[in-house]
């Protein structure tokens, strides 16, 4: 169209010339935006020009001064909304410095590649020639940030919806982030920046998923006790599936307590007895001990170094550790009822099970006399008690491919929101954290859906060239 708003002109020759002594020619780009007539920026009704403006911003290019000449122009309303108005070919704000490229470049350093403040400024001096301030910084998350329409990511969401929701809290600062995701679709579904980690948050935080729409079949948490109430209030007929990961960590940690406490136990009684004379032993001596083989306390050490082995899923283990396993079950034999407990309670929680054989297997692991004489193992045994572990194992009764054992989708996506606060963001006030968590989860969302499409394109690409050879066949 001739009216067009926006023209951009040819960019102008400039090189670096070879040698030690280099000039820098800048890089100039026109941008006009001076029709006779321009539609209002209210109401559309068309004004005339009044005079031309000019201004020279700054842009991008690689180790070259880039800039930007702007001719727009101020024309004469013929409306009652204003006197006069101003064309602007940029989506930047008129009397900004830099054009758009300079700040998805300072945005991309802060979100992709996890830079501070401090070193995105380098960056940009280093790269551009571009001496950007801190505040400039913060003014382009602000300004990406009034871009944002989530609307689109909430539709999205609801469309792609699995029926599975994992949800979980992150402490940053003196503020608590609630996190739901969607484990199957693989996408962020909603979260909260609240003040405190209570019921009253949660329950909030969870009525406004239910609002929107949102009806899962199950709900995976950890074991905190701000779940069981008000999901069984908003969701009744939504399954309530305990991480089990974290449930086994503890178990885990029981079985390693016991190790520990037998390691020392046998350290101890190596300390009785006669006690070395001092200075070096003869050769004679040397050889004795060599005969007679490691100490008990050498034999406690090696099962301090090694206990790990005890909860350690056997498939992942190779010859070497079979090696010390056994070893450590002819140093202690009583390492053997704690092996033998570790592997019946990951069999538990086997994920392609019956839900039948796991109830099944439940039942004898309590019924073990031997177990119940370890303190540790007793304490373990109580954290299957039949509720917990009805939760445990809701996973069972879900579909083949849909099947979620543990909250890890949840606690990854904290992990990248406790990575980025290690970049000395300004975590002290509410609405930066708020900003950096909106841009962070677009970023996913967008992510997801270039994924998606990729995905269609991958599908729908050897079906047309299948049709086009059968054609021209």
């Known amino acids: 169209m001739k009216d067009k708003a926006c023209v951009l002109g040819r960019r102008r020759v400039t090189s670096l010339s070879p040698g030690t002594q280099t000039m820098l020619v800048p890089t100039v780009r026109v941008v006009r935006c001076a029709p006779k007539t321009h539609p209002c920026p209210r109401c559309g009704k068309r004004g005339r020009r009044k005079r031309h403006l000019h201004r020279r911003i700054r842009s991008l290019a690689y180790r070259q001064v880039a800039s930007l000449d702007v001719h727009y122009a101020e024309y004469q309303s013929r409306c009652r909304c204003c006197k006069s108005f101003r064309s602007w070919p940029l989506s930047v704000p008129a009397k900004a410095d830099y054009d758009d490229t300079v700040r998805a470049a300072v945005l991309e350093r802060i979100l992709e590649d996890g830079l501070n403040v401090q070193r995105t400024l380098a960056a940009m001096r280093r790269d551009f020639f571009l001496d950007l301030s801190e505040g400039f910084v913060y003014d382009c998350l602000r300004w990406k940030v009034a871009q944002l329409d989530l609307q689109p990511h909430r539709q999205s969401v609801l469309e792609k919806f699995s029926g599975t929701l994992c949800v979980d809290e992150l402490h940053l600062g003196r503020f608590t982030l609630l996190l739901a995701t969607d484990p199957l679709a693989d996408l962020p579904v909603a979260f909260a920046l609240v003040g405190r980690n209570d019921q009253d948050h949660m329950r909030r935080f969870l009525q406004n998923l239910k609002r929107w729409g949102l009806e899962p079949k199950v709900v995976v948490t950890d074991g905190s006790s701000l779940y069981p109430c008000v999901l069984a209030r908003l969701w009744p007929a939504a399954r309530h599936q305990l991480c089990v990961f974290h449930l086994l960590k503890d178990i885990n940690d029981l079985i390693l307590k016991a190790v520990r406490r037998l390691a020392r136990s046998m350290a101890r009684r190596g300390n009785g007895g006669r006690k070395r004379q001092r200075g070096r032993p003869s050769k004679k ?61 990951r069999g538990l929680f086997e994920k392609e099970a019956r839900v039948q054989a796991l109830w099944r297997r439940r039942q004898k692991l309590l019924a073990n006399e031997g177990y119940k004489g370890v303190p540790e193992l007793a304490e373990a045994m109580a954290m299957l008690e039949r509720e917990k572990y009805r939760k445990a194992v809701a996973f069972a009764y879900s579909q083949a491919g849909q099947k979620v054992r543990t909250n890890n989708h949840a606690e990854r996506a904290n992990r990248r929101f406790r990575f980025t606060e290690k970049l000395r963001y300004k975590w002290r006030r509410r609405k930066w954290v708020l900003r950096f968590v909106l841009l962070a989860l677009d970023r996913w969302w967008r992510q997801a859906a270039r994924a998606a499409e990729a995905n269609q394109a991958s599908e729908v690409a050897p079906g047309e060239h299948s049709f086009s050879s059968r054609k021209a066949g």
Do not use: N
């Open 285 to 345: 001596r040397q050889a004795a001990r060599a005969a007679a083989g490691l100490s008990l306390k050498e034999k406690a050490g090696f099962i301090l170094k090694h206990r790990f082995l005890i909860v350690k899923t056997t498939g992942e283990m190779d010859k070497q550790q079979w090696e010390s396993l056994v070893a450590m079950f002819d140093y202690l034999p009583g390492l053997r009822t704690l092996w033998h407990f570790a592997c019946e309670a």
